[in-house]
C-alpha cells in the first residue's frame, strides 16, 4: 500500500508561480515512479508530468513543457513540481499518484490540491 500526500496549491495571477509537492510513503517500489495529473471543471483527469523513483527519467505532456519541473528528494520521497509562467488554462485540480512504466495511476487517488490562476 502507498500512501501520498499532495499539497502547495493556492491563488496566483497568471504568469506567477507555485510548487506542489507529493510525499510518497509505503511500498512505493513497486511502480516505476509518480506522476502528476490534473482535472479542470467539466473535463476529464490529464497526465500532466511524471519522474521515476531514480530521478533521472521526466516527462511531460506539451502544454506545460518548459514552463513545469519536476524534481524529487529521495530521502524524503517527495517529488516536487515547480509551475512557472502559470495560465488561466492551468486552473485545476492537481492530483499526484504512483504510475507505471505508461504513467498511468495505479495507487489510490487523494484529495488533490486546487490550482487557480487569475486572468
Known amino acids: 500500500q502507498v500512501q501520498l500526500v499532495e499539497s502547495g496549491g493556492g491563488l496566483v495571477q497568471a504568469g506567477g508561480s507555485l510548487r506542489l509537492s507529493c510525499a510518497a510513503s509505503?511500498?512505493?517500489?513497486?511502480?516505476?515512479?509518480v506522476g502528476w495529473f490534473r482535472q479542470a471543471p467539466g473535463k476529464e483527469r490529464e497526465f500532466v508530468a511524471a519522474?521515476?523513483?531514480?530521478?533521472?527519467?521526466?516527462t511531460y505532456v506539451d502544454s506545460v513543457k518548459g514552463r513545469f519541473t519536476l524534481s524529487i528528494d529521495k530521502a524524503k520521497n517527495t517529488v516536487y513540481l515547480q509551475m512557472n509562467s502559470l495560465k488561466p488554462e492551468d486552473t485545476a485540480v492537481y492530483y499526484c499518484?504512483?504510475?507505471?512504466?505508461?504513467?498511468?495511476?495505479?495507487?489510490?487517488w487523494g484529495q488533490g490540491t486546487q490550482v487557480t490562476v487569475s486572468s
Open positions: 509505503g511500498r512505493t517500489f513497486s511502480s516505476y515512479g
Open positions: 519522474i521515476n523513483w531514480g530521478g533521472r527519467s521526466r
Open positions: 499518484n504512483i504510475v507505471s512504466g505508461d504513467y498511468n495511476g495505479i495507487g489510490s
